[in-house]
């Protein structure tokens, strides 16, 4: 069964350092998704992106976050300047279409910013 | 801000019980997903409920959809140690792409 790939599973990072999230959407999907999850807290929405551009962000996705899809097969999330409180795991998902289709989600990048 | 809120926070049953899990909101949601999470691992979809008071099978999880469309329950029945796992619901409001969750219902089946 086709699914969604992400790497690298684990992450480290300094503090002020950029970073940049790597995911592989499902093949034949057109809607690509970034969430992330702090530690103990729930799953939270950053950002959908559509025939190449944001569809939608959260308050959550600020200046700080970009999105990008450098190719036919991979869709990035990078975070400059990172913070501590940017450590989480950060799950990207993909679906066919929007609305009534479900969001298919990776096995997470796990993000700890030192 | 919608939310979802979901119980019982935590349960513990004994195998071969029958359970029920409850996902609960004051928003209408024009979907709602059912995942399981494993610890270091991505939500994995369970099933999509999109009509009022659509009741949907897997096997031995019922899925129920409110009728209107504010809440969701699963129900398990004959629990087994492998139903063990984290139980997330998620809603997608209106034309909303992002999908809002619940903090989940941990399960835990002995045997």
């Known amino acids: 069964e086709p699914e969604v790939t992400q790497t690298p599973s684990h992450q480290v990072t300094q503090m002020g350092q950029e970073v940049i999230l790597r995911c592989v959407p499902i093949s034949n999907h057109l809607y690509f998704y970034w969430y992330r999850q702090i530690l103990g807290q729930k799953v939270e929405f950053l950002v959908s992106?559509?025939?190449?551009?944001?569809?939608?962000k959260s308050e959550i996705f600020d200046d700080q976050f970009s999105v990008e899809r450098p190719d036919g097969s991979n869709f990035t999330l990078k975070i400059r300047s990172t913070k501590l409180e940017d450590s989480a795991m950060y799950f990207c998902a993909s679906s066919e279409s929007r609305g009534y289709q479900p969001q298919h989600f990776g096995d997470g990048t796990r993000l700890s910013i030192l | 801000t919608q939310l979802l809120e979901q119980s019982p926070q935590f349960l513990s049953i004994q195998e071969g019980e029958n359970l029920t899990v409850y996902c609960n909101s004051s928003?209408?949601?024009?979907?709602l997903q059912w995942y399981r999470q494993e610890p270091g691992e991505g939500p994995v979809l369970l099933v999509t409920?999109?009509?009022?008071?659509e009741v949907k099978k897997l096997k031995r999880l019922t899925f129920q959809f409110g009728d209107a469309r504010k809440d969701s329950s699963l129900h398990i029945t004959a629990a087994q140690p492998g139903d063990t796992g984290l139980y997330l619901c998620?809603?997608?409001?209106?034309?909303?792409?992002?999908?809002?969750f619940g903090k989940g219902t941990h399960l835990i089946i002995q045997p």
């Open positions: 928003s209408v949601f024009s979907s």
């Open positions: 992106f559509y025939n190449n551009e944001i569809s939608e």
């Open positions: 998620a809603g997608a409001v209106g034309g909303a792409d992002g999908l809002t």
């Open positions: 409920v999109v009509t009022g008071g």
